[in-house]
């Protein structure tokens, strides 16, 4: 038993969690190429919605990380689900991935709480550069650790 008490315990952390992404875009094709290229890149998708009404439900059930929304789509457009979503899951960041990314004003934008807005014509690079920057976290200050001490202060 002296073994026991004297033996090294390698402690891992947990490897990080996946941030979740639910995209919102009424062309399927679309939908297919963003979840696939946001997979490649480490981040999982937790929903899809091809219209406003849907993606209201499928972030209220699913909690994103990050949403990625088009403007322009059947029933509620990009705005008004913006502005929903804001008042509902309020520390959600959102990314407008629109083609009317130069109508989008900054006035607008910081009303409905848009994080973000990148153009369709852009790429799907540049969307996944600000996906990656609003869910990064930076940790400056870590947590104590659980391991027991060893030490002067672990004999008192």
Do not use: W
Not at 30 to 46: D, N, Y
Not at 88 to 108: F, N
């Amino acid at each position: 038993m002296d073994d026991l008490a004297t033996a090294s315990i390698a402690v891992s952390s947990p490897p990080a969690a996946r941030k979740r992404i639910l995209i919102v875009d009424d062309q399927a094709a679309l939908l297919k190429v963003l979840r696939t290229s946001l997979e490649h890149h480490g981040f999982a998708v937790c929903g899809e919605a091809e219209n406003g009404v849907d993606a209201i439900g499928r972030a209220v059930a699913t909690r994103p990380d990050l949403v990625i929304l088009d403007v322009a789509m059947p029933g509620l457009n990009g705005i008004e689900v913006a502005s929903i979503l804001q008042s509902l899951l309020p520390s959600v960041p959102i990314i407008l991935h629109t083609i009317y990314a130069d109508r989008v004003g900054k006035s607008l934008k910081t009303l409905v709480g848009i994080k973000a807005v990148v153009a369709k014509s852009e790429g799907v690079a540049k969307l996944i550069d600000r996906v990656r920057s609003l869910t990064s976290t930076v940790v400056t200050n870590q947590a104590p650790s659980n391991a027991p001490s060893t030490g002067e202060n672990a004999q008192k």
